[in-house]
């Protein structure tokens, strides 16, 4: 059974920057895609950030050349670098891995 456990949410003001951690553990963890994604409220979960097995990236319009997702196999973590953060970036995110998601947590980006 996959596990995940996201840390790094916090308040930030806007311009400013939150790294994201998620660790794993209960999967292969160098052989699955991995993601982010987070959810607002009031609005739907949305994909924000997802890297393949192999090192491919992809990256929601909205935090191109501002968000970067990375992974560790060796530690089995995977990261989101948020800079240039914006109040519409505020929402709990969330880590997936293997089709299980971790609890979530909050970024809150004040103006």
């Known amino acids: 059974q996959v596990q995940l456990v996201e840390s790094g949410g916090g308040l930030v003001q806007s311009g400013g920057s939150l790294r994201l951690s998620c660790a794993a553990s209960?999967?292969?963890?160098?052989?699955?895609?991995l993601g982010w994604y987070r959810q607002a409220p009031g609005k739907q979960r949305e994909v924000v950030a997802t890297?393949?097995?192999?090192?491919?990236?992809t990256y929601a319009d909205s935090v191109k050349d501002r968000f970067t997702i990375s992974r560790d196999n060796a530690k089995k973590m995977v990261y989101l670098q948020m800079n240039n953060l914006k109040p519409e970036d505020t929402a709990v995110y969330y880590c997936v891995v293997a089709d299980s998601w971790g609890q979530g947590t909050q970024v809150t980006v004040s103006s």
């Open positions: 209960g999967t292969t963890f160098s052989v699955r895609d």
């Open positions: 890297i393949r097995a192999l090192g491919i990236t």
